[in-house]
């Protein structure tokens, strides 16, 4: 019973830690001290508490900063635990627009690809409430094609039915399809200003490009001090690891 007690006033005690730090923040970044705000919301994180409002904000003070590293950073973390959100992706726009690197999508080729293309313009998070919002729509047609009475009726609703039904699994393989894809991916953000592409895990090795803070990476594999990392264009280079910050 007093370790019970002990847990649970351990847990009130971090919640209100955590809300004093965050309503000081907020407080900072009203008055315009920005900096301020930024250490405040970054001593919530070290207190390992965070939030998609969390990094919103905390987004928010490294954009008015002029810090588009750190912006980029916390806008991705803020959608990944609050998908979709509209606030969010506008101010992830506007911080990509500072990056430096302009690189382009590769197009899309092979099945998978074109696949992910399709279904991951969308959260998997998405995919699951469509697919729920058929299932509830079929419910409702299976209602009215229980109680109608004419012929012509009964076949209009069974063929609502069917089509729900067709909808929703798809929205449910939608769904894990576009899971299985990204938990493959290990994106990553360019917190060097600059930072030079090698084409081997060498600080001797050719260079194969150069990229700036704020710019998207996918790590693909680790080696030593050294990631492997693949750009939206299919462009693979290794860079140091000082020079990434991992978002998963």
């Given at each position: ?18 809300a004093q730090s965050f309503d000081k923040g907020n407080e900072l970044y009203r008055k315009g001290d920005y900096a ?195 750009l939206a264009d299919d462009s693979v280079g290794w860079v140091e690891k000082d020079a990434i910050r991992a978002l998963?």
């Amino acid at each position: 019973m007093k370790k019970l007690l002990y847990i649970v006033l351990l847990l009130v005690t971090t919640q209100a830690a955590f809300a004093q730090s965050f309503d000081k923040g907020n407080e900072l970044y009203r008055k315009g001290d920005y900096a301020g705000a930024a250490q405040q919301y970054e001593g919530v994180l070290k207190q390992k508490q965070e939030s998609s409002e969390l990094y919103f904000n905390l987004g928010n003070a490294y954009y008015k900063l002029d810090n588009v590293a750190p912006a980029i950073f916390n806008y991705e973390k803020a959608l990944q635990l609050n998908p979709g959100n509209k606030d969010t992706e506008v101010n992830l726009s506007h911080a990509q627009k500072l990056v430096i690197d302009d690189i382009k999508q590769a197009p899309k080729v092979g099945l998978s690809k074109m696949l992910y293309g399709i279904t991951g313009t969308y959260h998997y998070n998405t995919w699951a409430w469509v697919a729920v919002s058929f299932s509830g729509f079929f419910i409702l047609l299976f209602l009215g094609y229980y109680l109608v009475g004419t012929t012509l009726l009964k076949r209009i609703f069974f063929t609502g039915m069917c089509l729900a039904v067709l909808c929703s699994l798809f929205s449910i393989l939608a769904a894990a399809f576009v899971r299985s894809q990204e938990a493959g991916q290990n994106p990553a953000i360019v917190y060097a200003e600059v930072v030079s592409i090698k084409s081997e895990p060498s600080a001797s090795a050719k260079d194969a490009f150069i990229l700036h803070e704020g710019t998207k990476v996918n790590i693909k594999e680790t080696v030593g001090n050294w990631s492997k990392v693949v750009l939206a264009d299919d462009s693979v280079g290794w860079v140091e690891k000082d020079a990434i910050r991992a978002l998963k």
